[in-house]
Each structure stands twice: as structure tokens, then as C-alpha cells.
């Protein structure tokens, strides 16, 4: 008998189309690559703008870290029509690559839900994350950033940087702007808030506690902070709604359909930041799920682009 889930007019089948829309386009060659570290995945791509986003001459920058529930089979490669839309919408793009759960690793238990990889994320599948790899690469893209911008992207004017991240990508983008804020024993933090002009943050897995109640990306909160017994422990460190007000401009774009990160989610972390005494904005969008966000033939995708341009001017 057929799957009544992923009957026509269901949320699966509406999901599955827009996921298979997002994931149609061709991968975008950037202009030019250069790595921050020694491993392979220790990379940012770049491409520079193809027409002019606003006043002045040069580009503001936007840094961009994917989704995929932070699990090795998803790289870089499924945002670059993301990321060549954006360029060709006038921004100057830092796509980030970081290290990801390899089959095998860490502590599988579930997989599926957003950012869903093939093969799931069971026992022997890909889990979530490389605790700390992951965290470690993503401070040190940022903090390697506005030395590489000048050489790869000769345009573009660093003051004027807003970080973007999809799914587990906006996590990323969440947790980067609150470094400053991060606990005083962490390798990660900072002296002082992130020079942004702000975070754009798109279906992010925003509160661990939330998408944990959820199970979200098939536990993938879980599986990044190391398991049961690791999970409150590491928290503090990891959690976006436990490291506020980050006293940066700060919006989070959300599907209202969105089956894989539940609006809950978001929501959940905006509650957070207002009880900090800080105000977050969410766009929130009709008849949108997770993956038209990051899908250039979406008007959503659009609607992103507005949203990082009245942070970027």
C-alpha cells in the first residue's frame, strides 16, 4: 500500500517536493577558495558580487554556513545556488565549510527529520556533529575571515558582514554572534561581541531544549553534544537560547509548514531573548517549509535576501 504520509496535499509530500526543488539546481563553482586550517573540510568558498546590492561601491559580506543536521554527507556543495544567488543579488559570499559526524562516530541514536541524510543517523550512520571539531572550525573561519576577505574578495567591505546560516547552519550563526557570551572556560569565547552588522538565521535549530523535546533532525541536538550524559553538561556551551542578549541585530526567518525544524523552535528562542531583555526579530512565513529558504526558484529564498539586506545597509 502506498506511504499515506507522502500522499499529494500531506506536510511529507509538500516537505519531499520543496526539498527535491532546493536540491534540483546545479552546484555553483565559487570564485576562489582558500583554506583556514589543515584539514580538508577547513575551508571557505568565495564569490563575489555580480551586481550592485545597494549605495557605495563596495559589497557587504555575507557569511554563510550550511545546514544538515551537522552529519558528514552534506557539505558546502548544496548551498552554492544559494550562495550564487546571493552574490548575483549584489553580496559578497563566504560560503564556510567545517567538520561534520562521520558514520560511525560519536553517539548514534535516530536519524531522519531535517536535513534527513540517506543513509540516517542510527548506529553505524552519520551523527551529529565532532564535538569540538565542529565548534573549533567555526570560530576559527570567523576569526580567519576578515584576513582572507581583502585577497578573495577585493569588493567587498568587511564592516558591513552579516552571518546567515540554514538549519544546523543557523545554529552555527546563533552560536558564533554569542561568543563573547559563551562560559569563561571555553576554548571558544571572546573578549568582545563579533564586529556584525547582524545574524540572519533561517530555521535554525535555535534552543537545544526544544528541538531535543522534538527530536528534531532525529536527535540531533543529542548526538551533538555527545549523548545522554553529555547533553546538560555541554550545553552551556552549545545552546543559543542559554547565551543571550548577544546585544547584535539579530532575525530569524521561519516556515510556518516548516515539518523538519518546527516553528516552536524558533519561537522558543525568541521567548529566550526577550526574558535576556533583548528583542529578535521572526519573519515568519505562509505555506513555507524548511528547504525554500536556501531554494533560488523560491519566492522565500527572496525573502531572505531582504531580510540580510536591511541588516547589511
Given at each position: 500500500m502506498p506511504d499515506a504520509a507522502a500522499e499529494p496535499g500531506t506536510a511529507a509530500a509538500r516537505n519531499a517536493a520543496e526539498e527535491k526543488s532546493a536540491f534540483a539546481h546545479p552546484a555553483v563553482d565559487p570564485d576562489g577558495t582558500a583554506a583556514y586550517g589543515d584539514h580538508p573540510d577547513q575551508v571557505i568558498d568565495f564569490y563575489a558580487p555580480r551586481a550592485a546590492a545597494g549605495p557605495g561601491d563596495a559589497a557587504p559580506v555575507v557569511v554563510l554556513l550550511h545546514g544538515g543536521s551537522w552529519r558528514a554527507?552534506?557539505?558546502?556543495?548544496?548551498?552554492s545556488p544559494f550562495a550564487g544567488f546571493l552574490a548575483g543579488r549584489g553580496f559578497a559570499v563566504a560560503s564556510v565549510e567545517y567538520r561534520r559526524g562521520r558514520a560511525g562516530e560519536g553517539t548514534g541514536a535516530g536519524g531522519g527529520g531535517a536535513d534527513a541524510v540517506p543513509d540516517g543517523g542510527g548506529e553505524g550512520g552519520p551523527v551529529a556533529g565532532r564535538w569540538p571539531e565542529t565548534l573549533d572550525d567555526v570560530a576559527a573561519a570567523l576569526d580567519a575571515l576578515p584576513g582572507l576577505v581583502r585577497p578573495h574578495l577585493p569588493g567587498a567591505d568587511p564592516r558591513r558582514t552579516v552571518?546567515?546560516?540554514?538549519?544546523?547552519g543557523g545554529h552555527l550563526a546563533l552560536w558564533a554572534a554569542a561568543r563573547h557570551l559563551l562560559p569563561a572556560d571555553a576554548p571558544w569565547r571572546t573578549d568582545r561581541p563579533a564586529p556584525l552588522?547582524?545574524?540572519v538565521a533561517l530555521a535554525p535549530i535555535a534552543d537545544f531544549?526544544?528541538?531535543?523535546?522534538?527530536?528534531?533532525?532525529g536527535g540531533a541536538a543529542r548526538q551533538f553534544l555527545g549523548g545522554d550524559g553529555l547533553f546538560t553538561e555541554r550545553r552551556p556551551y552549545a545552546d543559543p537560547a542559554l547565551l543571550l542578549p548577544t546585544g547584535i541585530a539579530t532575525t530569524l526567518v521561519q516556515g510556518r509548514a516548516d515539518v523538519d525544524v518546527p516553528q516552536a523552535v524558533a519561537e522558543a528562542y525568541a521567548d529566550?531573548?526577550?526574558?535576556?531583555?533583548e528583542v529578535v526579530g521572526v519573519t515568519?512565513?505562509?505555506?513555507?517549509g524548511h528547504f525554500p529558504l536556501i531554494d533560488p526558484a523560491a519566492d522565500a529564498c527572496a525573502v531572505v535576501a531582504e531580510e540580510i539586506a536591511q541588516l547589511a545597509w
Open positions: 554527507p552534506y557539505d558546502r556543495r548544496h548551498v552571518l546567515t546560516g540554514h538549519s544546523a552588522r547582524g545574524v531544549e526544544v528541538a531535543d523535546k522534538l527530536d528534531v533532525c529566550a531573548a526577550a526574558k535576556a531583555g515568519l512565513l505562509e505555506d513555507v
